[in-house]
């Protein structure tokens, strides 16, 4: 089978290392030279390309390219593609792009591997990253399912845990879990480097794994953190008024000296989050 995949960069390289290990074929296209050179000399595609027309024998062709520029690459792509080849993007937004997409390409199934590191570009692709990590497809009512088929399998294949949900669905919820993080974690970086330089310089020396680990999303690539909130801007806005609201409580509580509501409210997450992690683990896979 070959396997076409457009914007070599994280995702893109990442999917092609694991897809060749597995004995795909795999074609690619970028947008500059330098980058279609590089991730041949690293073993992440067979062939590439700047120039569309490689995928003519693509049977799927995963689209990898950031959310601003998925449509315009499919509408480069339409002209080079047999009527038969199954399209899917890896967008972190589905509504938007299911539904620009799904009305010029039958064979188009929305896709998002909840995979990534703070890492971008063809430098950033890692064998591996999907193993064991949800990967989620948003088919809607008119999507073939031969095509959902086709995705699946190669999903499959990647050894990722495979979800289904509708693209709406799948917006609300990556924007808890997700985009919301993303804006807490950019927010309590800016806290940290506006305090007085001393005490920046001090803390700067102190922290540890906690900052480590809390910080880590927010110290992400900056382009995507803005296609988060600007293709998902709704769910996003929701999603950090009930954050805002939930800090002002917890404000509130230490304005007030009210230690045993404090405390009670930390019992309660101390007891949500392995619940709310196990839960995920135990839930309902696709067939
Ligand atoms: P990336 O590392 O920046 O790679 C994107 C690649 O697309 C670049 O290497 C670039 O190739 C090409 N590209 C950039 N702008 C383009 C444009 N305007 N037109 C055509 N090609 C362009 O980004 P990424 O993190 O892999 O993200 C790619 C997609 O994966 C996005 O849609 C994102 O939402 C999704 N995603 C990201 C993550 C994550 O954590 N990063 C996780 C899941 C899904 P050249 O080098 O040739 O310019």
Not at 250 to 266: A, F, G, V, Y
């Amino acid at each position: 089978m070959n396997i076409g995949i457009v914007g070599l960069g994280l995702i893109g390289g990442s999917l092609g290392l694991d897809l060749r290990s597995r004995g795909y074929k795999v074609l690619g296209v970028s947008r500059r030279e330098q980058t279609c050179t590089q991730a041949i000399t690293r073993g992440v595609v067979d062939h590439a390309s700047v120039n569309p027309a490689i995928l003519a024998t693509a049977d799927i062709v995963f689209i990898c390219t950031p959310l601003a520029a998925i449509l315009q690459t499919v509408e480069q792509l339409i002209p080079h593609l047999s009527l038969e080849t199954v399209l899917t993007d890896v967008g972190s937004v589905k509504l938007p792009i299911v539904e620009a997409i799904a009305p010029v390409w039958d064979n188009f199934v929305g896709g998002h591997p909840m995979a990534g590191t703070a890492d971008s570009g063809i430098e950033a692709a890692v064998p591996n990253l999907f193993s064991l990590k949800p990967y989620v497809l948003t088919p809607i009512a008119t999507t073939p399912t031969h095509a959902v088929k086709a995705v699946e399998e190669i999903v499959r294949h990647l050894g990722a845990t495979l979800y289904h949900c509708r693209p709406y669905d799948h917006d609300r919820a990556v924007s808890l879990i997700s985009h919301l993080p993303v804006m807490v974690s950019a927010s309590l970086i800016t806290t940290c480097m506006s305090d007085e330089p001393d005490v920046v310089k001090l803390a700067q020396q102190l922290a540890s794994s906690g900052f480590r680990d809390t910080s880590r999303v927010g110290g992400g690539n900056p382009e995507l953190g803005v296609m988060m909130a600007q293709y998902n801007k709704e769910e996003l806005l929701r999603s950090l008024q009930h954050y805002h609201h939930n800090l002002e409580a917890l404000i509130n509580l230490i304005k007030q000296e009210d230690w045993t509501s404090l405390k009670q409210q930390l019992e309660l997450n101390q007891l949500a989050r392995p619940q709310f992690l196990q839960d995920a683990s135990a839930m309902p896979k696709a067939p």
